[in-house]
Nanobody, 125 residues
Framework: QVQLVESGGGLVQAGGSLRLSCAAS????????MGWFRQAPGAEREFVAR????????VYADSVKGRFTISRDNAKNMMYLQMNSLKPEDTAVYYC??????????????????WGQGTQVTVSS
């Protein structure tokens, strides 16, 4: 079974950039579509971005379109989230998640099978 560990979070000022990484262990990483989610204090966990097994298809929440880019490197068992033009509203704990179903657009938290522990992203104004 794949295990997920996020890294790359930190404190940045508004307008800055940050790159999150999700390292996957296990022999079945390439069988999963992957997603990024985030959760701010007092809020529900929300969808950020998704990428299919091959990396050919990606989808984004409207709130991050044009600013964030999801990618994966199956040879390295890695997934990434490049975050540009960061806003204070992006402040949250960011989680990577794995989904055994390879449909292009799946956004609900309950559809994902495995989760990392999260990495904190704080954007100051």
């Amino acid at each position: 079974q794949v295990q997920l560990v996020e890294s790359g979070g930190g404190l940045v000022q508004a307008g800055g950039s940050l790159r999150l990484s999700c390292a996957a262990s296990g022999r079945t990483f390439t069988t999963y579509a992957m997603g990024w989610f985030r959760q701010a204090p007092g809020a529900e966990r929300e969808f950020v971005a998704r990428i299919t097994r091959s990396g050919r298809s990606t989808v984004y929440a409207d709130s991050v379109k044009g600013r964030f880019t999801i990618s994966r490197d199956n040879a390295k068992n890695m997934m990434y989230l490049q975050m540009n033009s960061l806003k204070p509203e992006d402040t949250a704990v960011y989680y990577c998640a794995a989904d055994a179903i390879n449909s292009v657009d799946r956004r609900r938290v309950g559809l994902y099978d495995l989760w990392g522990q999260g990495t904190q992203v704080t954007v100051s104004s």
